[in-house]
């Protein structure tokens, strides 16, 4: 089968019909083999039936959430390509051929873009078309090296088996934000097409909520993004504060009129220590992701963790202790000196404050270089004994259960089972490698 058209669906009996009827068309008029799928996701106004009428075929998909469903239906899909698109009647399902041109080109994922093919007047309320949308889709781009136009544009085929590679997690509205980010840091081939967006059939509110969903969204964007959550913030506070160490340090600095001493100094160190943190926090999140496999580990990081092991971080860590302790035996000296009575504060500080900050990154350093050494520990892979029976065999056995699952309760329509089904077949043909 080439083609499967999945719509995740709750409570759109409205519209779901007219959808599935113009999707199955567009599969008839263009002679495509393929299928249209609904992925219910726990409608109590008829829905499923109504799909059902028109020509679909529906699974049910018990987790909430509109990532859940949509990846409840691409796994039962059967068609080497899949092209998703909301059940509210916003798309139109007679004019799909843009995407299939491009799938059968050699795209592993074809997005719509909205902005390009035209919105149709009250289709999408002003904060989403003039704010949301452009705002997350710019900072998708900054973030990723993207050249989507429009990250969430609810219409977008893809390469079946790519996207499912991709690891796909989201329960929530950020799924179309994790597919784009994973397809890009994934290295798949992406293109975009004109869509337009209509007003939906609906009379009831939409799903959507602007501002939970758009946090949601921004969210994902931030914890898929270690270089900018954490790294940049990082580099920009560490080079601001020495900046000002090196200006205010040696003595006060004045400026039409203004003076920066000593006090200046302490924001100063207290920006370069959060800076440290936050670059350190940058290279664990790449490491750890890395090695849980979100993320992918970039050459940067490689090097990092080429170049600096547990023996050099530890040399460095204590470098710099050996500094911020020389630094305060020198107070001391200078305090031992006038007979322990009271210092002038604003020279003793000049001394204390770099060296008590040179004492806390060394401190950081040691913890930090131990703990990136913990998350670079890689379990041995010891040989397993081989299973009693081999070849397809042993795959219909472990398939099994699944396949249980799959005519239980829930039928063909169980999302569920299905997924069962397919993750163990695939553990099955993995083990066999």
Known sequence: MELTIVMPCLNEAETVATCVRKAAGFLAEHDID????VADNGSTDGSQQLAREAGAWVITVADPGYGNALLGGIMAARGKYVIMGDADDSYDFSALM????????????VMGNRFKGGIEPGAMPPLHRYLGNPVLSFIGRLFFRSRIGDFHCGLRGFRRSRVLALGLQASGMEFASEVVVKATLAGLRITEVPTTLSRDGRSRPPHLRSWRDGWRHLRFLLLFSPRWLFLFPGLALIAVGLAIGLAVAPAPLRIDGVTFDVDTLDVGAAMIVIGFQSVLFSVFSQVYASAEGFLPMTARVRRLLG???????????LLLMLAGIAGLVLSFVEWHGAHFGSLNYRTALRVVVPSVTALILSCQMILGTFFLSILGIRRAHHPVAPAPEEGAAAAADVAGPAAADVAGPGGAESATGVIAAISSAEKAASGRD
Do not use: K, Y
């Open 34 to 37: 393929g299928e249209v799928l």
């Open 98 to 109: 843009p995407f299939v041109e491009q799938l059968r080109a050699g795209a592993d994922l």
């Open 307 to 317: 170049a600096w092991s547990l023996e050099r971080g530890l040399l460095a860590g």
